[in-house]
C-alpha cells in the first residue's frame, strides 16, 4: 500500500513573532490610511496648458457649483481653449435634463472666449462613469475632434477611479490626464478626521477595488459597452 502520509517539520511562530507580525502589519494598515485620501485624490494632468495645443478638458458634470467654479479657475489658469461637461440625467426636478448641461450652462458664463460643450449621456445600465467616457469618446470621434491627450476634472477621492474608466474608454492611443479638485466641505488629505471625508474615501475606495477586480467592459463600440445589457434585455423604447 502506498504512503500516504509523510512527517514534515513547520516553522511556526512564537507569541513574540505573532506581536511582532501583528505590529508590522498594524503600522502597515496606519500608514496606507492615512495617506489613502491622497492617493484616491490624484492630480496627473497630461496636458502642458499651452492654449490651443493644450487638449480637452473633460468636466465631470454632477461636481457642484463651488467645485465647477474651481474647474473654471482651473481653465483660465491652464488655457484650456475646448471644455466638455459629461453627466446622466438629473433625477430631481430641474430646469436641465442632465447634468452634463446643467455645467455646461454654469461654465460658459463664467468662461467667456472658451468652447464648452455638454455631451449628457442616457439613462443606462452601465457604469455611469464609464458610460460618460463613452459617450464623450464617441462625441469627439464623430466630429473628429482630436483626442490624442485629454484631462479630466473629477473631484477629490473620485477621481483616480475616473481616470482608470476614462483610460479603459478610450484605449491606449489617448493620454488621459487627471485633476481632482478638491471639495470645499471635507479634509480628504485628513479624511478620518471628518464623517463627510470618511464615508467619501471609504466609498470610493470599495468603489475602485470592484472596478479593479469586478468590472470587465463589452468590446468597443458594441451594444453592451453603452448600455450594459445585451440588445434583447432592453425596453423597444430604448435606443
Excluded at 492654449?51 to 465647477?68: F, K, M, N, P, T
Excluded at 482651473?74 to 481653449?81: A, E, F
Excluded at 475602485?208 to 468590472?215: I, K, M, N
Aim: charge should be positive; hydrophobic fraction near 45%; aromatic fraction near 10%.
Amino acid at each position: 500500500m502506498p504512503v500516504l502520509f509523510r512527517r514534515h517539520e513547520v516553522m511556526l511562530p512564537t507569541l513574540w513573532g505573532c506581536l511582532l507580525a501583528l505590529g508590522l502589519l498594524g503600522g502597515a494598515g496606519i500608514f496606507v490610511g492615512r495617506h489613502l485620501g491622497a492617493w484616491l485624490a490624484v492630480s496627473d494632468p497630461a496636458a502642458s496648458g499651452n492654449g490651443a495645443s493644450v487638449g480637452l478638458l473633460v468636466v465631470e458634470g454632477w461636481l457642484g457649483e463651488r467645485e465647477l467654479d474651481g474647474a473654471a479657475a482651473y481653465v483660465r489658469q491652464h488655457g484650456y481653449q475646448r471644455v466638455v461637461t459629461s453627466g446622466g440625467p438629473i433625477p430631481s426636478f430641474s430646469p436641465f435634463a442632465s447634468y452634463a448641461e446643467r455645467a455646461a450652462n454654469h461654465l460658459s458664463h463664467r468662461l467667456p472666449g472658451v468652447s464648452v460643450q455638454a455631451v449628457p449621456t442616457p439613462q443606462t445600465k452601465q457604469d455611469r462613469t464609464y458610460a460618460s467616457a463613452v459617450w464623450v469618446r464617441d462625441w469627439a470621434q464623430q466630429r473628429a475632434v482630436p483626442v490624442e491627450t485629454i484631462d479630466v476634472y473629477s473631484l477629490g477621492a473620485h477621481a483616480r477611479r475616473t481616470r482608470i474608466l476614462y483610460r479603459l474608454a478610450f484605449g491606449e492611443r489617448t493620454n488621459v490626464g487627471i485633476i481632482a479638485g478638491l471639495p470645499q466641505d471635507s479634509d480628504i488629505l485628513r479624511w478620518w478626521t471628518t464623517s463627510e471625508a470618511s464615508k467619501q474615501v471609504l466609498a470610493e475606495a470599495l468603489s475602485l477595488a470592484w472596478t479593479q477586480c469586478c468590472f470587465w467592459p463589452a468590446a468597443r463600440g458594441s451594444h453592451e459597452e453603452r448600455w450594459a445589457v445585451p440588445p434583447a434585455a432592453l425596453p423597444a423604447s430604448a435606443p
